[in-house]
């Protein structure tokens, strides 16, 4: 295990081990064309792989276990990305977890930009699709409901974000068991980056690429999904 670059901000954040384990959850659900390409970038350096399968139909799991026989596979109790979600960060063993999504949108090789920050003293490193230039891949009507999405979140919490929808971002294992997450679709990510700013854990937003996915098309559907995450996003405000 090549740990190097992390080892010395480690010890200081974790001085009873060499190191903080890092588990890294993906939620799938009928990726079997896509999930080989991310299994086999996930850097040398991850101590578990948690995969958290919503019932596909395809052989995304049969795909997984060739790819990585070590890798955790679980099947979520419901439906959705948030169920998945919870399911696979509750089995996970790691002291970081990273998440990263199945469809190779979010690059592997990427991951140490998240581990970092959490060794200098951040409680969360949220990823954005949008510090910089906006990706060439992403449509104009998705781009534009980031936007309307995250000014929502910056005007009601004020909260700076430029990205409430990435996918990719890192945390303690121990921030997980503070939240109470309701979510069980895809609105979870709205609800876990508020919460986290409710509770005044510190977070940071990392840049990072995002890519055409490799094969198949996107599971959700978007504007019934954004008016599902702008609705979550007023409600937390009442609360």
Avoid at 19 to 46: D, G, H, K, Q
Avoid at 125 to 147: E, L
Avoid at 160 to 169: A, F, V
Avoid at 214 to 230: A, D, E, H, I, R
């Amino acid at each position: 295990m090549d740990y190097q670059p992390f080892q010395k901000l480690g010890k200081t954040l974790y001085p009873q081990s060499p190191y903080p384990s890092v588990s890294v959850v993906i939620c799938a659900l009928n990726e079997a064309e896509s999930i080989r390409n991310v299994l086999e970038n996930i850097p040398n350096w991850v101590d578990e792989i948690v995969l958290v399968d919503g019932h596909s139909t395809d052989c995304t799991i049969s795909v997984a276990k060739k790819v990585r026989p070590d890798a955790k596979i679980l099947f979520q109790p419901k439906k959705g990305k948030g169920d998945a979600f919870k399911c696979g960060v509750a089995a996970s063993k790691g002291d970081i977890i990273i998440t990263l999504d199945a469809d190779g949108t979010y690059s592997p090789e990427e991951m140490s930009r998240f581990v970092l920050p959490l060794l200098e003293g951040y409680d969360f490193a949220k990823g954005s699709r949008f510090i910089g230039k906006a990706p060439d891949c992403m449509s104009r009507t998705r781009q534009v409901g980031n936007s309307i999405l995250a000014l929502a979140s910056n005007l009601l919490f004020q909260t700076r974000y430029t990205d409430i929808c990435s996918g990719y971002y890192s945390f303690h294992r121990e921030l997980f068991n503070k939240i109470n997450l309701l979510s069980d679709g895809f609105e979870l990510e709205q609800e876990l980056f508020i919460k986290i700013k409710k509770l005044k854990f510190k977070v940071i937003e990392i840049p990072h690429s995002y890519n055409q996915r490799l094969y198949g098309v996107s599971k959700t559907k978007n504007f019934k999904q954004g008016m599902k995450n702008l609705l979550l996003i007023c409600l937390l405000r009442l609360q």
